[in-house]
Structure formats: C-alpha cells, structure tokens
T-cell receptor, first 116, second 110 residues
C-alpha cells in the first residue's frame, strides 16, 4: 500500500492565485520530507527539504516566498505555490526517506499543476 | 556537463527481451546509486538501491555499478509490457541531495 499520500493529483488554477499541495506520511513519522519538481522531459529537481518544527531548506534558485513549505506535524508537509504563474506549471512530488536506507524511497503520486 | 547523463529514449523492445538501461556520471564522490520506475502521471517508485560498486539482483532486475568507469546499468530480463515506463537513475554522496538522470522511456511491445 501507499506509504506517502499526496493530493490533489491534479489542479488547474488561474494565474495569480495560490495552490496548496499536501503530502502525508502514512506509515511512519517523517521528520524530513522532500519536495521535487519535474518539468516535461527533464530530471526531477529538488526544490526544498521540509523539516518538522523548523524552517524549510530551499535549493539555490527556488524562491522561498513563492513556494511556502509548512511541516506542521511528523506526518504532514504542505507546499503552497503563491501567486502562481504559467511557468510554475509542473509536476510536483513529495518524498520521504526510508528508515533503513539513506535514500528517498517513498514518493507521493505527484501533483500536476497547470496555471492558466 | 550534467552530473548525470541518461539517454531519454524511447527504447522499444519486444516482450521477453533483455533490456539494458544505463547512466554515466561525472562526480566520483557518488556512493549510493538508485533506479526508480515511473509510470505516466505517477510518482517514481524505488526499484534498486546499491551502495558502491558491484552487482545487485532482485528478481528480473539486476543493477550494476562500475565506479571506475562512472557507469551504472539496470538490466531487465524477460521484459513484460507492464515494464513499460520511464526509468530514472539517481545517485548521491551520502546524506546529500539526490541527483537524477532525465529518465529513459522504455516501451515493451507484446
């Protein structure tokens, strides 16, 4: 069964509005969750590392004021795309590391965001 | 030069064929190597996880790492139409962020 639940799976929004994406760890408490973005025919790119109870760590070139991350509990992290623009249209995926191996083992099903 | 290079494909094979998927990388510090499978409009799922050089086998899947050549491979034996997906290689140095290849699209025809 799914270890990570992400929703919505698909969202279409108007330019200038904000969109919230939720990521839940179902099987165990995840102090750290990761948010990736995937453009068509490109690699998955890490956007930020979400830490429970503290501020997220953003990768270079990712605007922290535009992509708000809140790790409210040990099982929930949210990514809010604020004032969305068409160039923000992408596939957003959250992930968590497995307990017994040093890698992202469990991915959410992803959210396809289309900004019109 | 990208840190990880992967041919995007598509790679088309008949059912039952042996599939070879490959990635090259430039950073000799990478120690952990992964292969993920991603179906259309879904998140990736971890297939194989290898530390350092060598081979690892899991059912029809074999992962190989050649650190001297900075080359990793994923072999799929007796390929099935259900194996049709995009296969992503990824690697990291240990407690560092993952670096992904662009993915190779595999099509297995019945």
């Amino acid at each position: 069964g799914a270890v990570v639940s992400q929703h919505p799976s698909r969202v279409i929004c108007k330019s200038g509005t904000s969109v919230k994406i939720e990521c839940r760890s179902l099987d165990f408490q995840a102090t750290t969750m990761f948010w990736y973005r995937q453009f068509p025919k490109q690699s998955l790119m890490l956007m930020a590392t979400s830490n429970e109870g503290s501020k997220a760590t953003y990768e270079q070139g990712v605007e922290k004021d535009k992509f708000l991350i809140n790790h409210a509990s040990l099982t929930l992290s949210t990514l809010t795309v604020t004032s969305a623009h068409p160039e923000d249209s992408s596939f957003y995926i959250c992930t968590i590391k497995a307990r017994d191996r040093n890698t992202e083992a469990f991915f959410g099903q992803g959210t396809r965001l289309t900004v019109v | 030069q990208k840190e990880v290079e992967q041919d995007p494909g598509p790679l088309s094979v008949p059912e039952g064929a042996i599939v070879s998927l490959n990635c090259t990388y430039s950073n000799s510090a990478f120690q952990y190597f992964m292969w993920y499978r991603q179906y259309s409009r879904k998140g990736p799922e971890l297939l194989m996880y290898t530390y350092s050089s060598g081979n690892k086998e899991d059912g029809r899947f074999t992962a190989q790492v050649d650190k001297s050549s900075k080359y990793i491979s994923l072999f799929i034996r007796d390929s099935q139409p259900s194996d049709s997906a995009t296969y992503l290689c990824a690697m990291h140095r240990g407690f560092q962020k993952l670096v992904f290849g662009t993915g190779t699209r595999l099509l297995v025809s019945p």
